[in-house]
């Protein structure tokens, strides 16, 4: 398996680490402002601090 210096976002811990922190906060607006593409337009978010990283059944 060849190892890569760059992380894949479609990861869920890669992407919790891109978008998941007030310090890249306008990253997540921008791509999510990018997803509604002027549909909607987000100005700011508030990120809530409980998070599940894994459910067993």
């Known amino acids: 398996m060849q190892h890569s210096?760059?992380?894949?976002?479609?990861?869920?811990?890669?992407?919790?680490?891109?978008?998941?922190?007030?310090l890249n906060k306008d990253l997540l607006l921008n791509l999510l402002n990018a997803v509604f593409n002027g549909r909607k337009e987000l100005i700011d978010l508030q990120y809530n601090k409980i998070s599940v990283t894994s459910i067993l059944i």
Do not use: A, H, M, V
């Open 5 to 22: 210096k760059y992380i894949n976002p479609l990861l869920d811990l890669s992407f919790k680490k891109l978008f998941g922190t007030d």
